[in-house]
């Protein structure tokens, strides 16, 4: 059975579709709002007609705008979101068709599990509903399968990188980098600590906040 992960290209913004060998399924972010359909139609390239779990990291609208097509037009098993209170109109409309659709809703916290597949071990490595901002509330997902590990950061910063090497992060086989490539996150410490094999970078080609930083790429290529 492969475990297929799915970096999709939704510009400046984050999207990642993950296949457990098991069939089961998960959306960790939806990009912006325009991103929406492209979203939904490569999920369903890919012959899915249903999405078992959908990770909301944090609310900003780069990672949740298109989350609202998704959840118009696939079922979802269980919604899953950082609990940051956000006073946003996307973030109204996404909480708002979450209830018009009865959909499972949970907060996780630090060390849960994720019941993806048995075989797959999904653990919550970083939560907070409390963070001051909205980057620092971001949900970090770690993943491993077999001798493969991959790590899900959404726009998580340098303090947090800090936390997850404190808590015991390990090596890193496929790490995505906080925040699109910012300087804000992706230190020159994380890097050498989780050593990673490839390092996703996501963002929008001439975006307006010049991702990803010279330093970050320097620091990966190092």
């Known amino acids: 059975g492969l475990l297929t992960v799915h970096y999709i290209d939704v510009g400046q913004g984050d999207a990642t579709l993950i296949q457990a060998p098991n069939?089961?399924?998960m959306l960790i972010d939806g990009g912006k709002k325009s991103a929406g359909e492209k979203v939904v139609s490569y999920i369903k390239e890919q012959q899915i007609?249903?999405?078992d779990y959908v990770?909301?990291?944090?609310?900003?609208?780069?990672?949740?705008?298109?989350?609202h097509e998704v959840l118009e037009q696939l079922p979802i098993g269980e919604f899953i979101d950082s609990g940051k209170v956000h006073t946003t109109q996307t973030y109204l409309e996404l909480l708002t068709k979450i209830d018009e659709k009865d959909i499972p809703f949970t907060v996780p916290t630090i060390g849960d599990e994720i019941a993806l597949d048995p075989n797959v071990s999904t653990e919550?490595?970083?939560a907070d509903?409390?963070?001051k901002g909205t980057n620092e509330a971001s949900i970090v997902i770690g993943m491993t399968?077999?001798?493969?590990?991959?790590n899900f950061t959404g726009d998580a910063d340098t303090t947090m990188e800090e936390g997850l090497i404190d808590r015991g992060l390990q090596q890193v086989t496929i790490a995505k980098?906080?925040?699109?490539?910012?300087?804000?996150?992706?230190?020159?410490?994380?890097?050498?600590?989780?050593?990673?094999?490839v390092f996703i970078l996501s963002y929008?080609?001439?975006?307006?906040?010049g991702h990803p930083h010279d330093e970050v790429v320097q620091r990966v290529k190092a």
């Open 129 to 131: 509903e409390e963070a």
């Open 204 to 209: 929008g080609e001439g975006n307006s906040y």
């Open 23 to 25: 069939g089961q399924t």
């Open 55 to 67: 990770v909301a990291t944090h609310p900003d609208a780069d990672h949740i705008g298109g989350l």
């Open 177 to 197: 980098a906080g925040h699109h490539g910012s300087n804000t996150s992706s230190s020159a410490r994380y890097i050498d600590h989780i050593k990673p094999e």
């Open 124 to 126: 919550v490595l970083f």
């Open 145 to 150: 399968y077999g001798d493969v590990s991959f």
């Open 49 to 51: 007609d249903r999405l």
